[in-house]
Every structure is written in C-alpha cells, then in structure tokens.
C-alpha cells in the first residue's frame, strides 16, 4: 500500500514538470515573434552565442563602408554626384562648339605633285660607294603657281619628300592673258633651250617630256613649247620656271612705258 500511494504523487511531479517546461518553450517563442517580426528565424550562431554574432555583424559591416568610401561613383562629387556645378565649372565644356567650326583652308594644301624623274645615285667615298636616290619633282596648284624641286636621300620616300618641300619654297607666279601666256620667250639653262609662244584658245598645251609637266601644273591652257638642245629632264624643266619666270604681264609693261594697255596692243 504504501508504494502505491508514492506513485501518483510522483506522476503529478512529473506532470508540473512537464507543464513547466511547455511554458518555457512558448515564451522563447513569443521572444523570438517579436525581436523577428518578418518571420525570419535566428541562426544557430546567433542563438548559441550572441556576443559572437554581433562581432561577426561588426566585421561584416566594416568592409563595405570601407569599399563605399573608396568608390569614387559614391564619393562627393563622383559620377553619382553629377550636377550643374558651378557658373565656371559650366563655361570651361562649351568651347567644343568652335572645334567643329569649319576652319580656312591653307593655300598650300591645295598644290599637285607631279614625279619627274627617280634616279639611284652613287657616290664613291673612302669607304667604297655610297648608294642614294634623287627625286625631281614639280610642284603646282592650276592658279598661276608652279615650282620644281630636287631631293636626295637613301630612300625613295625621303627623297620625294624633300623635293617637294624644296618646290614649295621656290614657287614662280606667271601671268596670264585669257587661257595662254602674254609673249613668247626663249631661255636656255646649260645645254638644254626651250622656246615658249602663246596660243590661240582650244589649242591645248602642246609640249612634251618635263617641260609639259611644269606646264599642266602651272594652269595655262593653251601654249605652244619647244624644246632644243639637251634632253636632260632637269635641264629641261629647269629652263622652262626659268622662261615662265621671264613672263611680263601687259599692265606691267605699259606701266613702264607709261602708257595703257589699249596703246601697246593696238
């Protein structure tokens, strides 16, 4: 009898017991509901060592406002911080509007080039030969303009480049009278004559080797061009700047006579 009396008095122990710790559990619950109302659930560090997981929240934290702080797009001022700024900061991004300006043309961009002759020169040194190459070259723009240049070098580009640097600088301007020249002239340089006459409009430049060269860039359209002697196409182009060089307009004839146009033609 006594046993059986101890037993329901241990069961009712365990029973409070076990109440005791339901109650427990549903107040952990109730905590947790409301220091997390979205619903989201700790975790395990979270729960096992709260110290540990405010550290590691720090640490996390700490890196990104570094990086933040490096990004230029989030700095003042960044991409991000784009405004109108400043009256002055405004005024220096407007001058891009006179780049697009249509700028003046150079004159003398507008002159042709014409080769005349390449030759490979040799040059005998102490050494033993020394090769180069020259490059005659006739520079004009069709208005009146022509000039003949000579270049040497080792290659074949240099010496084309010189020369025509070396025509732009020695430029001769021949007067016109309609479409051909105002008289004939004969010149001569070294071996090579050449005898220049004016034309009859629709004649055409009548010429040949070099000195039709000089003669298509220099603009006139009709002449009439012989040359006598050497047939040398340096000699020959040089003699013919040499007689466009020689070429009188009539006002500057009458004006040395002192008289007028009409009076030295008719």
Same mark, same amino acid.
């Given at each position: 009898? +006594?046993?059986?009396?101890? *037993?329901? =008095? =241990?069961?009712? =122990?365990?029973?409070?017991? %076990?109440? *005791?710790?339901?109650? *427990? %559990? $549903?107040? #952990?619950?109730?905590? @947790?509901?409301?220091?997390?109302?979205?619903?989201?659930? +700790?975790?395990? /560090? @979270?729960?096992? %060592?709260? *110290?540990?997981?405010?550290?590691? $929240?720090?640490? #996390?934290? @700490?890196?990104? $406002? $570094?990086?933040?702080?490096?990004?230029? /797009?989030n700095a003042p001022g960044g991409r991000r911080g784009r405004g109108r700024g400043s009256k002055d900061s405004r005024e220096g991004g407007r001058g891009r509007k006179d780049s697009h300006q249509a700028q003046p043309e150079d004159p003398k961009n507008d002159f042709k080039e014409k080769v005349i002759q390449i030759r490979r020169v040799t040059k005998v040194v102490k050494g033993g030969k020394k090769l180069s190459f020259r490059a005659i070259v006739v520079v004009g723009n069709s208005d009146g303009q022509v000039g003949l240049g000579v270049g040497k070098s080792n290659e074949v580009v240099g010496a084309i480049q010189k020369a025509v640097a070396s025509a732009k600088k020695n430029l001769v301007t021949v007067p016109f009278h309609k479409t051909t020249i105002p008289h004939p002239v004969t010149t001569k340089v070294c071996g090579s004559i050449i005898v220049i006459k004016p034309a009859s409009e629709g004649t055409g430049v009548i010429a040949g080797g070099s000195a039709r060269a000089v003669l298509d860039l220099s603009g006139i359209g009709d002449i009439l061009c012989k040359s006598l002697g050497s047939s040398s196409p340096l000699n020959t182009a040089r003699a013919t700047i040499q007689a466009l060089s020689e070429l009188r307009s009539f006002q500057s004839i009458a004006a040395d006579r002192g008289k007028t146009v009409k009076e030295i033609l008719f």
């Open positions: 009898m +006594p046993n059986d009396a101890m *037993q329901p =008095e =241990e069961n009712n =122990e365990q029973v409070h017991q %076990d109440n *005791q710790v339901t109650n *427990q %559990d $549903s107040n #952990k619950v109730e905590t @947790a509901e409301e220091t997390n109302p979205e619903g989201n659930q +700790p975790s395990e /560090a @979270a729960t096992a %060592d709260p *110290q540990a997981a405010v550290s590691d $929240s720090t640490q #996390k934290t @700490a890196p990104e $406002s $570094s990086s933040r702080s490096k990004d230029p /797009a």
